[in-house]
Nanobody
Framework: QLQLVESGGGLVQPGGSLRLSCTAS????????IGWFRQAPGKEREGISC????????YYTDSVKGRFTISIDNAKNTVYLQMNNLKPEDTAVYYC??????????????????WGQGTQVTVSS
């Protein structure tokens, strides 16, 4: 069974950092792209970052560029989202997702079949 399991969310003060993890079981990220999404209360889900292992393609939406970094540990079959200098507007449920798609600025337009359960990130003083 293909599954993504997330961890690492929590409550952090503005300016703080968190690292989200997304571990795959039943498949590897060798040929699958990975996307990170978030959904804030009352807002639509947005794709914020993606990565393709085969060619190293990486994308960040403008609101997180320079603060968030996506990385992968192939040995652990785990993708990370390092989030630094967090702001209250980063508060959302964060999801990782994976499928065969191209990592570009339009990656959230693709149909993506495999999703993590989501993890809450709250940035508040």
């Amino acid at each position: 069974q293909l599954q993504l399991v997330e961890s690492g969310g929590g409550l952090v003060q503005p300016g703080g950092s968190l690292r989200l993890s997304c571990t795959a079981s039943g498949f590897t990220f060798d040929y699958y792209s990975i996307g990170w999404f978030r959904q804030a209360p009352g807002k639509e889900r947005e794709g914020i970052s993606c990565f393709t292992n085969t060619d190293g393609s990486t994308y960040y939406t403008d609101s997180v560029k320079g603060r968030f970094t996506i990385s992968i540990d192939n040995a652990k079959n785990t993708v990370y989202l390092q989030m630094n200098n967090l702001k209250p507007e980063d508060t959302a449920v964060y999801y990782c997702a994976s499928d065969l798609f191209y990592c570009t600025s339009r990656f959230s337009d693709y149909r993506i079949d495999y999703w993590g359960q989501g993890t809450q990130v709250t940035v508040s003083s």
